[in-house]
Structures are given as C-alpha cells and as structure tokens.
C-alpha cells in the first residue's frame, strides 16, 4: 500500500522568511495530494492540493509542486506569518475516484516567530 | 451546514470498559473516514465507508476495535475493552463523491482510557 515520508518533524522560521516542507510517496499510482493545517487543538484543515496532471499550484502565499517521476511533492509557503504556525500534514491518495482514501504523513510542527 | 458533528468531545473511560463514538457526516456526504491521531504514529486511517458501507478496515488495530455505519447520516466506533494504549483523538471525516477530494474533518473526540 501507500506510505507517505515527510520532512522535516519540525521546522522554526522568523517571521517573513520562507518555509518548504517535503513529501515523498511510494505508490506510483497516487494521484491526488491535499495538504491539511491543524491548530494546536484543532481538526486537521485542506489548504490546498494538487492533482497529477498538475506541477505547480499557487494560492497567495502558498504553493505545492509536484514532481511525479522522483515521487514527490513540497508545500512553499511564502512571507511567513505567526498565523501559519500549526502541524501541517501532506497525503497522498491513489483514488480514481473522489472521496477515497488518504494516507497522512506525519506532520511537521511549523513555528514562526516575530 | 453544521459541518461533521462527533460526540463526545471528551471521553474519560477505565481500561476494561467499553466506549462508543459518535459521527454525524455533513448532510449528502457519501464517504466517511474514521481516523485516529497520536503523538507517536500521527494520523492513521481506521476504517472508510461508502455509501454506508465498510470499503476498507485494514486500519482497525485489532478486533476490540468495530464500527458501523447504520444509515447516511450515523456512525459509531467502538472499543470493548478499552485499554490505556487506545488514547487519543480520534477524528471523523466525511467528503462527496460528486465534487471534491476534499475531506471535512470533525472535530474529534479526545479520549483517556485510565
């Protein structure tokens, strides 16, 4: 089955700088990959995903790319907030269908300080 | 939309005793996931249905662990016996086959087994 790596556990940015975190998947059939923010004692949250057919998506200060023949995918997130600190988790789902499975990684715990 | 309801939001149980969680999916949801999270293993996938039926359980730790999904609108997971090792927050997630990969978490259930 799918297993998803992700990289780094932990990661701690000034406010302003640049933040990326890596993903990699085993299963060359997955095609669909969401990105999820959790607040600390919140539910997990989409902020963006990519599909197969896609390299590159952007949403204002965030933007997943996607490299299919290396197996993985990263989340840029841009002129960093303290807002943005949360856990961020990448997935990856081989669904030909919606609503089908995901298979998290671990999470990478982001904190930005002012 | 109230969004995907669970209760209890807090469960403090004994090991031995049985416990039963509670999930309402957001209304024309055909998929439900039942997820469990952990600081040690992160977010695992239990169990999913469709259509209110079970598609893939590999996820269920071991048999003490059961869930059902006796309508559209209903689902429960339950553990008997409990035991310390079960602690933590589990989620439910639904999403529809017609429009999105996207998966709306609930707001999960903390649970202690003392």
């Known amino acids: 089955g799918e297993n998803v790596e992700q990289h780094p556990s932990t990661l701690s940015v000034q406010e302003g700088d640049s933040a990326v975190i890596k993903c990699t998947y085993s299963d060359s059939a997955s095609n669909y990959f969401p990105w999820y923010k959790q607040e600390l004692g919140k539910r997990p949250q989409l902020i963006i995903d990519?599909?197969?057919?896609?390299g590159e998506k952007k949403d204002q200060r965030i933007a997943v790319t996607l490299n299919k023949t290396a197996k993985h995918f990263s989340l840029h997130i841009t002129e960093t907030q303290p807002e943005d600190s949360a856990v961020y988790f990448c997935a990856a789902s081989s669904a030909n269908q919606a609503g089908t499975a995901l298979i998290f990684g671990k999470g990478t715990t982001l904190s930005v300080s002012s | 939309d109230a969004g995907v309801i669970q209760s209890p939001r807090h469960e403090v149980t004994e090991m031995g005793q049985e416990v039963t969680l509670r999930c309402k999916p957001i209304s024309g949801h055909d998929y439900l996931f039942w997820y469990r999270q952990t600081m040690m293993r992160g977010l695992e996938l239990l169990i999913y249905?469709?259509?209110?039926?079970?598609?893939?359980d590999s996820g269920m730790p071991e048999d003490r662990f059961s869930a059902k999904m006796p309508n559209a609108s209903f689902s429960t997971l339950k553990i008997q016996p409990s035991e310390p090792r079960d602690s933590a927050v589990y989620f439910c997630a639904s999403s529809t086959g017609a429009r999105s990969y996207e998966q709306y978490f609930g707001p999960g259930t903390r649970l202690t087994v003392t």
């Open positions: 249905f469709n259509n209110n039926v079970p598609i893939d």
């Open positions: 990519i599909r197969s057919n896609v």
